[in-house]
Nanobody, 115 residues
């Protein structure tokens, strides 16, 4: 099982961009699925994007065309490039790792989109 640490969150104006990073303490293997989730105040946690070891990606409808998930197994890191940010993207973003029945979560990083 790996430990995950997110970084890259912060305050950004609407229309701006941020790049989140998720660094794993152990090795990310090609069989692992990595994902980014978010939770806004008063709302349930939702999947933002996921990527399999084969590079297959899945996005929430609300972020399609604006966000891009990628992974670098050599660096044990997963990224979330977020463009054209909207106030409704404000949330705590958490990284998720899954391998078979194993799962780990990062502590989360705050993203606030406001003018």
């Amino acid at each position: 099982q790996v430990q995950l640490v997110e970084s890259g969150g912060g305050l950004v104006q609407p229309g701006g961009s941020l790049r989140l990073s998720c660094a794993a303490s152990g090795s990310i293997l090609s069989i692992d699925t990595m994902g980014w989730y978010r939770q806004a105040p008063g709302k349930q946690r939702e999947l933002v994007a996921s990527i399999t070891g084969g590079g297959r990606t899945n996005y929430a409808d609300s972020v399609k065309g604006r966000f891009t998930i990628s992974r670098d197994n050599a660096k044990n890191t997963v990224y979330l490039q977020m463009n054209t940010l909207k106030p409704e993207d404000t949330a705590v973003y958490s990284c998720n790792w899954r391998r078979w029945s194993l799962e780990s979560w990062g502590q989360g990083t705050q993203v606030t989109v406001s003018s």
